[in-house]
DNA sequence: CATGAATGAGCATTCATTCAT
DNA sequence: AATGAATGAATGCTCATTCAT
């Protein structure tokens, strides 16, 4: 008795991310939760197109048909797992940039997302996927989530010029969207080759971008 | 007899790379060259696994059989694609590097770079792909284009030091790294977002980390 | 989770023949015998590569999909087909040669192998195939059952011994293999010519060999 | 510049096999020859459907359209392969069969075919195959080969009854197949499984069933 | 004579999705 | 709330066959 679902899933801001396109009303439950956890492990390995539900399920030690019970479809369940890491990962940011001083604040937030991402590799390699697509199954979610991260650190970006020179000829913007480039390619690096840096080497490596954009 | 993979598009490396399991020498031909501007073309809507074989020969405008007596597998057309790609961008970024001032030859490769990747969207899709795919059908091409792009770049990077004053404390493979990130990341926000920002301005926000690198 | 292969109809040994790749254990369902039987049935017209898992699945009135849920593979649906129709003769077998004189036992025996194998081309035919293929694809499963069958007719072939003066130049290994090519021979010329002689004829016939093996 | 060909394979009784059904008059030349002798050899691995026409052009040495240049399909090349095969073991078994006495003259003409049959496994294998094949492609080749096989034996086991008191109840025709049978189970189970047996031993075997023919 | 390139119908297999229980 | 069985459209791949050179 399953209630039909609605195609559109929109990423609810500062709302919990999972209940708004749930199938059925309510908090995220546990046999999500373990789906969740069992499809960021195995989306490490393949992206989310060489994943199959099977896969998934398997691993969750649920049968399939519970993956559609929860979810609908493939389609939404990524969506919800995006959505799902991504609070996460911007918690994990906030928490970690509470600092007074800016530049401070910013690295601490970038090592934040750098331990994340290594911790997390199924939901980098999703990202990733989804980053990239186009075409007709393309879902608003990414975008969403994308324009939340990147806010965050463009926010992070501007608190720089309290207190100290920043160069005026370079975007915040387009600053926020290399440094977001930077810290991706440092995870997936680590991801696919081993960890050649620690975690702090690697926030280090992506503040030589603040570096250059803090000065005359 | 039938020429499962031709020996042509073997990426410039000592050693060819699928010399394994090449049946015939020869140049690449017209049929393969046809196949490769319609795959490249066809990817950057969906990536590999979105893109079927069959949509790929009929905008070559030839059978599916011939991509398979031309490659013998998908996964051998793809591996040869980007290794043609990759052919192309490096010796587009080598023709541009040609400056006497480092860094100026630095701004430049990655200019070209930055133009390369917006004309060839798909195989910037394609790359992102495979980059970070991992398990059984992981094919070693990628690494090895990935490493000779990253030598590239740390060439240039090393090449710095020559004229400028650049920081010590942090290793040239992880600057060319972080480098490599924010060119792809730009790339593929124009993909996906359309162009806001001009080639020009890319590659000056690329060489902000360059600027945070040189220096005491 | 999907059943790729039951342990139901693996063939009577000590050890199941098909375990490696079974998934579930339980019953041959209803599903798997449908197969079976359409398989058996259109496998007498063209042998098991002429024969399409369509067409299987379309004379058993199912997907093609059902055959993948139920067996996995072609290879195996094959592999257990050729169990089960093994299983099938040998007890027929069995329970024809309930009889004292061993003579007649094995007389019988033959007899009813002779009328199985009249009812069932589609698994003699399908054994015919595999019983002499080689290389790559072969499965152990044909000669275990040939094993299987050979222990019967030798064991059977013994008894004589006890009644009879049986020649004791000749191996009754030997004896019990053109045994089985002469009642695998009148079957299948049964098949490609139209019965031309009764079963009891043919059995008879079969028998000469015996006669010959009888005596000083 | 090649002409049409009859599908209709006509096998030549007693005149020279292949010429009548080559494509283009004259004798089996060279290239046919090599063909022959790779299809032969390959074809032990796995059967006719199993083999293809690129295969047996590589084992040659040719390329795929010589083969079609030759015989004009995989379906005439077979054909004429088999009656290649078939005149040779015929012309082994006649030479063999020269002795006075008639038990012998079997006994010898079983004995080469048995040598015949394992120096050429693929052509035994290829028989088989067709032997019971069914369906819209059978050919008739196949059943005019059978019908002088049978013959040649049929007449040999007539000669015995000059010699020998033999059972008048049981058919000539149907001893001759189950001999047929025995002969071919024999070499079939050598090739699949190791010669355990010498030919004399396997020759000796047969003429069990003779044994059993002759006498009261 | 021979062949390399191309073809396309046909086939085994995968997998997201449905649904009765 | 969960699931096992079934589905069928989609897809990668094979191979006998054609043909221009």
């Known amino acids: 008795m399953a209630a039909q679902q609605a195609e559109t899933v929109v990423y609810a801001h500062q709302t919990p991310v999972v209940e708004a396109s749930t199938r059925r009303p309510g908090r995220t439950n546990k046999t999500q939760l373990k789906l969740f956890e069992a499809a960021m492990d195995i989306m490490s390995e393949g992206g989310p197109t060489a994943t199959t539900v099977e896969d998934i399920a398997e691993r969750a030690g649920v049968s399939k048909g519970t993956v559609y019970y929860n979810f609908g479809s493939k389609k939404t369940m990524i969506d919800q797992l995006l959505q799902y890491g991504a609070k996460l990962l911007l918690a994990e940011m906030t928490v970690a940039s509470d600092h007074e001083d800016p530049r401070e604040a910013l690295r601490s937030a970038l090592y934040a997302a750098i331990i994340y991402l290594r911790e997390h590799p199924g939901f980098a390699r999703l990202w990733v996927s989804e980053l990239w697509r186009a075409g007709a199954d393309w879902s608003p979610t990414t975008d969403l989530i994308r324009a939340d991260i990147m806010r965050f650190i463009r926010e992070l970006i501007s608190r720089l010029a309290t207190r100290y020179a920043v160069r005026t000829d ?47």
Chains 1, 2, 3, 4 share one sequence.
């Not at 680590?190 to 005359?216: C, F, K, N, V």
């Open 170 to 216: 370079r975007s915040i913007e387009g600053v926020s969207l290399i440094i977001f480039g930077a810290v991706f390619m440092l995870s997936m690096d680590e991801t696919r080759h081993g960890a050649e840096r620690t975690p702090e080497e690697s926030a280090e490596l992506a503040m030589l971008t603040i570096d250059g954009y803090i000065q005359a």
